[in-house]
T-cell receptor, first 116, second 116 residues
Framework: AQKITQTQPGMFVQEKEAVTLDCTYDTSDPSYGLFWYKQPSSGEMIFLIYQGSYDQQNATEGRYSLNFQKARKSANLVISASQLGDSAMYFCAMREGGNAGNMLTFGGGTRLMVKP | GAVVSQHPSRVICKSGTSVKIECRSLDFQATTMFWYRQFPKQSLMLMATSNEGSKATYEQGVEKDKFLINHASLTLSTLTVTSAHPEDSSFYIC????????????FGDGTRLSIL
């Protein structure tokens, strides 16, 4: 079974509007971390935001916020006030267990295209 | 933020050549480094996990003798693609993490390998 599922292969959003990128996960481990990365066409992976399974509040980092719904096992990324530079691939990833050395499992990604 | 340097960024070489890719953590000690492979328009697939001073742990289906990984120090891991063939052409990207449990993996900028 897929551990990380991103159901939106591609999305369009109008510049300056907010957009939500979906991510659902599957784990039986009570301790896990959820990450979002941005990958522009140049290929590098840029860390955006992190949510721990025991965190009480949703993570926020500037224009990025994570809508963490633990019971639903979802960790959607919300980008507010979209900018043209936000056009990229976005990957949701999960790290299971409390050991930071554990590997990341990635979702299939969502290509976001911001329209001027 | 933490910086991971990956070199070279682009390699084009003939079939049968061995190619070495370096991954360095510039401002933190990376106990664990990860090597990923990414095919066009696909997600990242973990190839192997390397811990400083010990043998790398390879994912199922990844040939150890084909993809040699050396993690000689806390700041350097290398991936050598031995006797590369056209099917090895891909985007290879490394990541490293520090000691803190909640730290994200920081990625290098990737290496685009093209075997003629």
């Amino acid at each position: 079974a897929q551990k990380i599922t991103q159901t939106q292969p591609g999305m369009f959003v109008q510049e300056k509007e907010a957009v939500t990128l979906d991510c659902t996960y599957d784990t039986s481990d009570p301790s896990y971390g959820l990450f979002w990365y941005k990958q522009p066409s140049s290929g590098e992976m840029i860390f955006l935001i992190y949510q721990g399974s025991y965190d009480q509040q949703n993570a926020t980092e500037g224009r990025y916020s994570l809508n963490f719904q633990k019971a639903r096992k979802s960790a959607n990324l919300v980008i507010s006030a979209s900018q043209l530079g936000d056009s990229a691939m976005y990957f949701c990833a999960m790290r299971e267990g409390g050991n930071a050395g554990n590997m990341l499992t990635f979702g299939g990604g969502t290509r976001l295209m911001v329209k001027p | 933020g933490a910086v991971v340097s990956q070199h070279p960024s682009r390699v084009i070489c003939k079939s049968g050549t061995s190619v070495k890719i370096e991954c360095r953590s510039l401002d933190f000690q990376a106990t664990t480094m990860f090597w990923y492979r990414q095919f066009p328009k696909q997600s990242l697939m973990l190839m192997a996990t390397s811990n400083e001073g010990s043998k790398a742990t390879y994912e199922q289906g990844v040939e150890k003798d084909k993809f040699l990984i050396n993690h000689a120090s806390l700041t350097l891991s290398t991936l050598t693609v031995t006797s590369a063939h056209p099917e090895d052409s891909s985007f290879y990207i490394c990541s490293a993490r520090g000691h803190s449990k909640n730290q994200p993996q920081h990625f290098g900028d990737g290496t685009r390998l093209s075997i003629l």
